[in-house]
């Protein structure tokens, strides 16, 4: 059963945006620390931006001042604000993070969604 469902992903232009969304399942009672991730074909899985239950935020340097990460507890979901995109942000963005479900906490991944950056 799916518990993170990405979306918002698609294909952009150079110096454009795009807004991602992580919603968890029904099934979630609760969220705590989330994260962004991105794969690039034939590169390693990356970590992109975290924020913690409270609302601190990281980011990888590559996408400081660009990238916003934010989260509505009370909706269950996670946002990826990506502003003056570059061709280098193409990849597989997914969602991570710690839920709470009827069987305890436990770590869990989204099923990804594609950005795809043009020159």
């Known amino acids: 059963q799916v518990q993170l469902v990405e979306s918002g992903g698609g294909l952009v232009q150079a110096g454009g945006s795009l807004r991602l969304s992580c919603v968890a399942s029904?099934?979630?009672?609760?969220?705590?620390?989330m994260a962004w991730y991105r794969q690039a074909p034939g590169e390693q899985r990356e970590l992109v931006a975290t924020?913690?239950?409270?609302?601190?935020?990281n980011y990888a340097e590559s996408v400081k001042g660009r990238f916003t990460i934010s989260r509505d507890n009370a909706r269950k979901t996670v946002y990826l604000q990506m502003n003056s995109l570059k061709p280098e942000d193409t990849a597989v963005y997914y969602c991570?993070?710690?839920?709470?479900?009827?069987?305890?906490?436990?770590?869990?991944w989204g099923q990804g969604t594609q950005v795809t950056v043009s020159s």
């Open positions: 029904a099934s979630v009672f609760s969220i705590s620390a």
């Open positions: 924020i913690s239950t409270g609302g601190t935020t």
């Open positions: 991570n993070g710690n839920l709470r479900l009827v069987s305890g906490w436990n770590d869990y």
